[in-house]
């Protein structure tokens, strides 16, 4: 294949996104620092920064409190995900003008595939500034701006939309490789995080020059699995098809607000989640086997863990009984002050292809569950709850509406995948931020964070 034809995939990152549709949404906060949170609280964290706010320090996960002290005049904005979800959909319609969309992975982010003449690096550019330009009609040359990378495979795109912020534009070809990669640090590439970057570590692997050169089998044993040759494969800019992938589990978690940091404000909030969690199951069609709860405490590393296994069910009475069996068998100290609530269902089969146990009495509920299900898409969620969620009732709220519930519109439901996959990344950075704040500070470190460095998830949401 000749050089000039190696660029396969176009990737586009929209910079700073919950930020920026704030500031698309109310002029006013144009040119300014804005940070987006989930709840209004000192005590909670940003889910994303505007590129104003980033120059100051304040990235995804820093905490509301510290983001005051890094940057005194930003304004710290409550999430409104729907929105995000709608401008979303307006944006993929824009880039959808001007090439075909590829795989959408995540509500900022979406890989294109180039073919034939759109190859070559200057029909590629382009297809690129033709997708900027698109969108700024889309927004009235408004403030939601997008990087964009192309490249021979969607790892290297989506690295070259990184190098390049706000509004840039960065092509990878396949001669420019490895060199091209060596002035980067290893969590620059999607999917290294701090756990993977140790194991590197572990290996000799230090440099992104050293990742580029190290053999096959060499990144198989770092990865322990057959995605360390994935990666070397795509270093080397090859193409590969994308993975299938089946549904392993369906969960929940969330940061609690203060006045929740209680063993009964753990519980109601873990009861409030895995109603959620029920709910949705009901709409993949599925049944669960298992249940794992985990509470974090704050000021320690130490937290809850709990498994249970049982028949499969999607029942949410029969999963909160289950729930109340897991705290009375594992409860909490009576001064413990829970950080966060996670609780996932797992062990998951379609529910066409599954037999209920004869004693399960999961079928008496399913009238019950389909009333509740109606009920709360026709009114709004919550409007029909169990009485053990009402302590919790105002906290992790449902951030994507279902339009169909049982049967779950895929679009919907795609959705909210998109806005829990950020929720999350900021939820673990905000936990390490917590847990940092309550820990007794060590010998040479600075109580005010100054030595903190925020850990990169490989999303964009959390650089400029």
């Known amino acids: ?30 040119g300014r620092p804005v940070g987006v949170v989930p709840v209004e609280a000192d005590s909670t964290c940003c889910i994303a920064a505007s590129v104003e706010a980033k120059r100051h320090g304040v990235g995804t996960g820093t905490l509301a409190r510290d983001a ?12 409104r995900p729907a929105l995000y979800v709608a401008w979303h959909h307006r944006l993929l319609a824009a880039i959808d003008r001007v090439i075909p969309l590829g795989v959408i992975g995540s509500i900022d982010e979406v890989a294109c595939e180039l073919t034939g003449s759109q190859r070559r690096r200057d029909r590629a550019e382009a297809l690129a500034r033709a997708v900027k330009a698109e969108i700024r009609r889309e927004t009235d040359d408004g403030a939601i701006r997008c ?9 290297l795109a989506k690295t070259a939309s990184d190098m390049q912020k706000p509004d840039g534009l960065v092509v990878i070809e396949q001669a420019d490789l490895p060199q091209a990669l060596h002035a980067l640090e290893l969590r620059d590439l999607c999917g290294i995080g701090a756990a993977m970057e140790a194991r590197l570590h572990a290996h000799g692997i230090r440099t992104m020059a050293q990742l580029a050169a190290a053999g096959k089998l060499a990144l198989r044993r770092a990865w322990g699995s057959i995605e360390g040759e994935r990666m070397w494969a795509q270093l080397r800019g090859e193409w590969l098809p994308p993975r299938a992938s089946e549904r392993g589990s369906v969960g929940h978690s969330h940061v609690l607000p203060p006045e929740l940091r209680t063993p009964q404000g753990a519980q109601a909030v873990a009861k409030k989640l895995l109603v959620k969690a029920a709910q949705r199951l009901r709409g993949y069609g599925l049944l669960a086997g298992a249940l794992a709860l985990r509470v974090r405490l704050l000021g320690t590393d130490a937290r809850l863990e709990a498994d249970l296994e049982f028949d499969p069910t999607d029942d949410s009475r029969t999963l909160l009984h289950m729930l109340a ?10 001064r413990a002050r829970p950080l966060s609530v996670s609780v996932t269902l797992h ?43 009402h302590a919790a009732l105002d906290a992790a709220p449902m951030r994507i509406p279902f339009s169909r519930i049982p049967e779950v519109d895929v679009e919907r439901d795609a959705d909210h995948e998109l806005w829990l996959k950020r929720a999350n990344q900021a939820r673990v950075l905000a936990e390490g931020e917590h847990r940092r704040a309550a820990s007794p500070p060590r010998a040479g470190t600075r109580r005010d964070g100054g030595d903190a460095k925020l850990p990169r998830s490989g999303s964009g949401e959390d650089r400029a």
Do not use: K
């Open 68 to 79: 005051r002290r890094l940057c005194p005049g930003i304004e710290l904005v409550l999430a």
């Open 347 to 389: 062990r998951v089969v379609e529910r066409a292809h599954s037999s209920r146990s004869l004693f399960d009495d999961g079928r008496a509920g399913d009238a019950l569950n389909a009333v509740l299900d109606r009920i709360n898409r026709r009114y709004g969620h919550n409007t029909l709850y169990f009485g053990g969620m």
């Open 1 to 30: 294949m000749p050089a000039a034809m190696t660029l396969r995939c176009l990737f586009v990152d929209f910079n700073s996104y919950f930020a920026s549709v704030e500031q698309q949404e109310n002029p006013a906060l144009r």
């Open 325 to 334: 069996r897991m705290f009375d068998a594992r409860a909490l100290p009576r």
């Open 147 to 155: 990087s964009i990378g192309i490249a021979p495979n969607a790892l």
